[in-house]
């Protein structure tokens, strides 16, 4: 049990730190003129922007993964249905993202004008987090119900 909640953990991890840093240049893309204008220009160094916000993302995002996985393994031992179970696991999944964004722009003083880019990036990751939990399967072994007695008449 304890490889397919880390396998899960993961996976959901990964997509975030890998797939949230390309949706973040989409948005930029999409949203923002001066990106809009520029992105051909901008494009031969969003490979290596993106090899920066890959590891950063690692880096500052393992301490988080370990406590989404703990929690996960705690959310599996709740008596309750499999669709209760992957709301909190999204629930906890979402502030656990977004708490150490929000806590790092408060005590950075980053709450500005340019705190649109840190917030585009929370989104960003809090949407493949979210995207991740209900995409992958958290697969459980279920306990075999318990062989009934038949009588023969």
């Known amino acids: 049990m304890l490889t397919h909640v880390i396998k899960y953990s993961l996976k959901i991890w990964l997509t975030s730190v890998f797939a949230a ?6 948005s930029l893309i999409c949203w923002v003129s001066t990106y809009r204008s520029n992105a051909v220009a901008l494009f031969p160094w969003a490979f290596l922007i993106y090899i920066g916000m890959v590891f950063a ?6 301490l988080i993964w370990i406590i989404f996985t703990g929690v996960i393994l705690a959310v599996i031992r709740i008596p309750t ?3 209760t179970k992957t709301i909190i696991i999204f629930v906890t999944g979402l502030l656990l993202t977004a708490g ?11 709450n500005n004008e340019d705190s649109g ?14 995207f991740g939990v209900w ?5 459980l072994l279920q306990p075999n ?9």
């Open 21 to 26: 840093p390309i949706l973040f240049y989409i």
């Open 57 to 62: 993302q690692l880096v500052f995002s393992l």
């Open 81 to 83: 249905t499999g669709i």
């Open 100 to 110: 150490p964004f929000v806590a790092v722009i408060i005590l950075l003083d980053f």
């Open 117 to 130: 880019l840190a917030y585009t990036l929370m989104a960003c990751n809090c949407a493949c987090v979210g």
């Open 135 to 139: 995409f992958y399967k958290l697969k």
């Open 145 to 153: 119900p318990p062989p009934q007695n038949f009588e023969i008449i």
